[in-house]
């Protein structure tokens, strides 16, 4: 996957533009957590770039950017969680999930769903 690297808030405002234009993925990691890495691991295994490569991908290293992880929160709405991911589309998020929620299939439904 070539995952985005968020380090900094002005890279959130980034995410709220290319939404207009394609759906975003924003996975919240936690470097210290077992959970955390295990999900991440399922989530790049299964990745299929023919079915996803219409979306933006952005990883959170969210030991390192707690500011920003919060951030997220605020911004978009959600509670914060770790290991999370978020759907974006048109500035608003339309899709979380975390833990063992965090499903490669789940995920590509909901983004069909919300370009259909």
Sequence with gaps: MDW???ENVETVEDIIKESRDRAVLIFKH???CPISSMALDR???SWDHQ???HV???????IANRQI???????FGVPHESPQVLLIK???CFYDNSHMGINYGDLKERLETSTS
């Design 30 to 32: 936690s470097t210290r």
């Design 4 to 6: 985005k690297k968020i």
């Design 43 to 45: 989530l790049i295994r």
């Design 69 to 75: 992880s919060n951030s997220i929160a605020n911004v």
């Design 90 to 92: 048109d500035g608003e």
């Design 56 to 62: 933006g991908i952005y990883y959170l290293d969210l």
């Design 51 to 53: 079915d996803m490569g």
